[in-house]
């Protein structure tokens, strides 16, 4: 069964620039999540999906960052205009039923 | 808002001794998992625990449950070089409007001297 896969892997980018993260989750999982994860912290939700539905985003800072996830299936996370604070790995994660997530492996974003 | 706090945060061990390390929450719920995570990589499934008591064992790895307590402990035995690496606890808070969302500790770096 092949896993969740995310690209890019790495990302540098200067400051008010914009960025796209893509995430496949495994196929036939309902629930998308994104965290994100600043070095030295545990992942923090942003947002979380059940099929093309989102299920909560009050921790995503929406005047910069924005998701979709169309089709049920898919997802992008966007953020315009970056911000130093954003660099950090962005980790995608799915799962069937509101249990066990299967985390992919990542995309470690520089804003410099 | 629900917390998790792990301890400690840090720990270096020689090989061979045994070790734990906690995680305590700050609300009620059964559902606790462990991850271990390689630098650079992402999380890897360690331990799913699902009910008071519940306690799970993989080689040199121990992990259980106390809900009444709002405690999980991973117990590390003879330890060895490849444990070295970040433990997460995570809680779900059983909240269906959270959608199962999961809450992390910051983190336990384990550190494995000969």
């Known amino acids: 069964e092949a896993g969740v896969a995310q690209s890019p892997r790495y990302k540098i980018i200067e400051k008010r620039q914009s960025v796209a993260f893509w995430c496949n989750p495994i196929?036939?999982?309902?629930?998308l999540y994104w965290y994100q994860q600043i070095l030295g912290q545990g992942p923090k939700l942003l947002i979380q999906?059940?099929?093309?539905?989102?299920?909560?985003d009050s921790q995503l800072p929406k005047d910069r960052f924005s998701a979709e996830r169309l089709k049920g299936v898919d997802s992008t996370l966007k953020i315009q205009p970056a911000k130093l604070e954003d660099s950090a790995v962005y980790l995608c994660?799915?799962?069937?039923?509101?249990?066990?997530?299967?985390f992919g492996p990542g995309t470690r974003l520089t804003v410099t | 808002e629900l917390k998790v706090e792990q301890n400690p945060l840090f720990l270096s061990m020689q090989e061979g001794k045994n070790y734990t390390i906690y995680c305590n929450y700050s609300?009620?719920?059964?559902?606790l998992y462990w991850y271990r995570q390689d630098p650079g990589k992402s999380l890897e499934s360690l331990f799913v625990l699902l009910s008071n008591g519940a306690v799970k064992q993989e080689g040199r790895l121990m992990a259980s449950l106390d809900t009444k307590a709002r405690l999980s402990t991973l117990h590390i035995t003879a330890a060895v070089h490849d444990l070295s690496a970040t433990y997460f606890c995570?809680?779900?808070?059983?909240?269906?409007?959270?959608?199962?969302?999961?809450?992390f500790g910051k983190g336990t770096s384990l550190l494995v001297t000969p």
């Open positions: 196929s036939g999982h309902a629930t």
């Open positions: 995570a809680v779900d808070p059983l909240d269906s409007n959270s959608g199962y969302a999961l809450n």
């Open positions: 999906f059940q099929n093309n539905g989102v299920v909560d």
């Open positions: 609300t009620t719920s059964d559902r």
């Open positions: 994660a799915s799962s069937p039923a509101g249990y066990e997530q299967y």
